[in-house]
């Protein structure tokens, strides 16, 4: 009965061990992961507000061409306005700048893959090891 006790409470400490040994494991992927998101999250708040600044200049532009194009329909019976041009100009222009903030902004997204690749790395390299672990012990 003595024996059966001992293989009991070594049972249990192999359990408890082995639960300790997994938490660790999750806990240190987990770091690799915030700290890998952490600096994928750096690039979006650079990204994200440019994208922002480039919408709202597209609409402007977008308000300012359909403005033109107002004007060139009321004017088509009475010729054309000097401040028909202008509206063109702006709009133009802001299109312009939109589209260097958005081209910018997605350079940006390109060049910094957002894919946390170092913690699928380590997973992988876990899944390795786990599966060769697997087949030594079936051996």
């Known amino acids: 009965m003595t ?3 001992i293989q009991e409470r070594s049972l249990s400490e192999v359990v408890s061990e082995l639960k300790l040994e997994a938490r ?8 690799i992961f915030k700290q890998e998101l952490g600096t994928k999250a750096s690039v979006l708040k650079m990204a994200v507000p440019l994208f922002a600044l480039a919408v709202v200049f597209a609409w402007v532009g977008f308000l300012a061409i359909t403005a033109l194009l107002a004007v060139v329909i009321a004017n088509a019976f009475t010729g054309m306005a000097g401040w028909m041009w202008a509206f063109l100009i702006v709009g133009g222009a802001y299109f312009i700048i939109a589209g260097l903030c958005a081209a910018f902004a997605w350079g940006e997204l390109k060049q910094r893959s957002l894919v946390p690749k170092h913690t699928l790395q380590v997973l992988k390299q876990d899944q390795i090891w786990l599966r060769n672990e697997a087949k030594s012990q079936t051996a």
């Open 3 to 5: 024996d059966h006790t």
């Open 24 to 31: 660790e494991f999750v806990q240190t992927r987990m770091q």
